[in-house]
């Protein structure tokens, strides 16, 4: 069972440039959530996929957007960079199933300097 | 507006003695509760869950309780060892949120031998 891996692993980018992070779900899962670890915080949700389709989404403006593709793939983008943006960003897939435990890769560290 | 609260952000206890690690909630709709550690340079693992219609469950040296009167939960883990030495994090779910996670603040566990 091939687990939630993410490229890059690091990532330096400039304020005012885009970004997109890249993540392969657990074999299995149909549901992948991204969220934000700032340094010293909890994982913030950004939204969720399924279907391809978002369907839920947390307290984070449009120029954070994402994609799934068929094959339950998943890629973040995040255009205008900020200073705040810097943080690990954390790729989590699961079964569309109540309460099936998120299942996370060992994220993306961006630094935007 | 932090749901989610873990007060203590560091805890050293023994090896083999009893680890308390403790977990604050505001939001009452939250009725699915779970606990993950993170070790660095990787993701958060899925420990224990516990749903709000229990206040129990057990799971080898784990064990989580719920007190929903007081909005708290705990996790117990007896005895610890120095590999249980980790950023440890609550989180909190709704039934229909899906994959969205409000997660605690983290406490970070040292076990000394």
């Known amino acids: 069972e091939t687990g939630v891996t993410q490229s890059p692993t690091h990532l330096i980018k400039t304020r005012g440039q885009q970004v997109t992070l890249r993540c392969s779900s657990q074999?299995?899962?149909?549901?992948v959530s991204w969220y934000q670890q700032a340094l010293g915080q909890g994982p913030q949700f950004i939204f969720q996929?399924?279907?391809?389709?978002?369907?839920g989404r947390g307290n984070f403006p449009p120029r954070f957007s994402g994609l799934q593709f068929p094959n339950y793939s998943s890629e973040l983008n995040v255009n205008a960079l900020e200073l705040d943006d810097s943080a690990l960003y954390l790729c989590?897939?699961?079964?569309?199933?109540?309460?099936?435990?998120?299942?996370f890769g060992n994220g993306t560290r961006l630094t935007v300097t | 507006d932090q749901q989610v609260k873990q007060n203590s952000p560091s805890l050293s206890v023994q090896e083999g003695r009893i680890s308390i690690l403790n977990c604050d909630y505001t939001?009452?709709?939250?009725?699915?509760f779970l606990w993950y550690k993170k070790y660095p340079a990787e993701g958060p693992t899925f420990l224990i869950s516990?749903?709000?219609?229990?206040d129990k469950n057990e799971d080898g040296r784990f064990t989580v309780f719920l007190n929903k009167s007081a909005k708290h939960l705990s996790l117990h883990i007896v005895p610890s060892q120095p590999g249980d030495s980790a950023v440890y994090f609550c989180?909190?779910?709704?039934?229909?949120?899906?994959?969205?996670?409000?997660f605690g603040e983290g406490t970070q566990l040292t076990v000394n031998p």
């Open positions: 074999s299995g899962h149909n549901t």
């Open positions: 996929y399924y279907r391809e389709e978002e369907n």
């Open positions: 939001n009452s709709m939250f009725d699915y």
């Open positions: 516990i749903s709000s219609i229990k």
């Open positions: 989180a909190a779910s709704v039934e229909t949120s899906g994959s969205r996670l409000t």
């Open positions: 989590a897939s699961s079964y569309d199933r109540r309460n099936s435990p998120l299942h």
